[in-house]
């Protein structure tokens, strides 16, 4: 299909369409799906601009807090900070990193090996049940969990 311009997805003779009007029925279809899983997960239509929210209030009440406790400020000895409270703090990004590379990788190279040895790959489970949804009818009409 790499050279065609005419594709035919019902396999009837006389049924062609032009592969840029089937990929934008496709991009119109995406976006009607992606729509109704909005409105079923209850999460506002995105438009195309942004508008910055206003965040002036917390960045007050944050600064005020900051200068109420004297956060900007060295101070030795802090109240409840003597130095058997304090733990040290773990490095998320290179433990994250150190689990990736070390298990990950590991599983994967395993799971490439067995398929080249012939054996058959497990097949992973779903636990959530599958959303269904109307995506010949009313966007409106969403129905998660039948």
Do not use: C
């Amino acid at each position: 299909m790499q050279d065609n311009m005419l594709v035919n997805l019902t396999g009837l003779k006389g049924h062609f369409m032009p592969v840029d009007l089937n990929i934008e029925h496709l991009i119109r279809f995406l976006k009607h799906v992606r729509k109704q899983v909005g409105k079923a997960l209850g999460i506002a239509y995105h438009r195309l601009i942004h508008i910055a929210p206003d965040t002036s209030a917390s960045v007050n009440k944050i600064a005020h807090k900051v200068n109420e406790l004297l956060l900007h400020q060295f101070t030795p000895n802090r109240d409840g900070t003597d130095s058997d409270a304090i733990k040290p703090v773990i490095d998320t990004l290179a433990s994250g990193e150190q689990k990736l590379k070390s298990s990950t990788l590991a599983m994967f190279n395993k799971k490439v090996w067995s398929m080249l040895e012939g054996e058959g790959l497990e097949v992973d489970e779903d636990e959530l049940p599958q959303p269904a949804f109307d995506l010949l009818g009313d966007p409106d009409n969403v129905n998660v969990n039948e």
